[in-house]
């Protein structure tokens, strides 16, 4: 049973860059969140993905945007790169039916911005 | 705002023993509290978490104790080993928001 799966690993870009980055959601699940972890922080939540639609975001400018796909696939995509968007970006997918469905997590994509 | 204050950032421990990372929130609505483990290089692991109508959860070596009156809930570890050593997350979900709100977590290390 395949877990949550992020591509790249890594990525370095350079300021006013775009960049797009992708997860694959544990087998059964249906909803995609999208997380950024600075270094020696806690993740800070991005947005939240369920049919194809964003049902929640956090407190994060608009060059941060997202999509999923039918197979519930999910991308973030960041725009005009800024020093501080060099971060962790993780992704966790769950079931959206009920509350408090288990969040589970990739191993993120670390993203160096020069 | 939602908020998470996690206490210690720092824990060391000798092999054998008992650790306890505690976690408050802000929110009477909160819900659901999960903890996560994140080695170095490695997305965060969920390892235990507990809703709000249950007090206490069990697993193994691993137990999370909630009280609703006083708004937090505590991770405790028994038998510590090396492998233990991580940072642990707490986090919280509140009311319908179905968004992880994270507290700044804790670094322990597990002594031979």
């Known amino acids: 049973d395949a877990g949550v799966t992020q591509s790249p690993t890594h990525l370095i870009k350079t300021r006013g860059q775009q960049v797009t980055l992708r997860c694959s959601p544990k087998?059964?699940?249906?909803?995609v969140s999208w997380y950024q972890q600075a270094l020696g922080q806690g993740p800070q939540f991005i947005f939240q993905y369920y049919e194809e639609e964003e049902r929640q975001r956090g407190n994060f400018p608009d060059r941060f945007s997202g999509h999923q796909f039918p197979n519930y696939s999910s991308e973030l995509n960041v725009n005009a790169l800024l020093l501080g968007d060099s971060a962790l970006y993780l992704c966790?997918?769950?079931?959206?039916?009920?509350?408090?469905?288990?969040?589970?997590f990739g191993d993120g994509t670390r993203l160096s911005i020069l | 705002g939602e908020n998470v204050e996690q206490h210690p950032s720092t824990l060391s421990v000798q092999e054998g023993d008992s650790a306890v990372i505690k976690c408050t929130y802000s929110?009477?609505?909160?819900?659901?509290f999960p903890w996560y483990k994140q080695e170095l290089g490695k997305g965060p692991q969920l390892i235990i978490d507990?809703?709000?109508?249950?007090g206490e959860k069990k697993d193994q070596r691993i137990a999370v104790t909630l009280n609703k009156t006083a708004k937090h809930f505590s991770l405790h570890i028994t038998e510590t080993q090396p492998e233990d050593s991580a940072v642990y997350f707490c986090a919280a979900t509140f009311g319908s928001a179905r968004q992880l709100t994270f507290g700044s977590g804790t670094q322990l290390t597990v002594l031979p």
């Open positions: 929110d009477s609505a909160s819900n659901y």
């Open positions: 507990i809703r709000s109508n249950v």
């Open positions: 966790a997918s769950s079931l959206m039916e009920g509350v408090g469905q288990p969040q589970h």
């Open positions: 087998s059964g699940h249906d909803t």
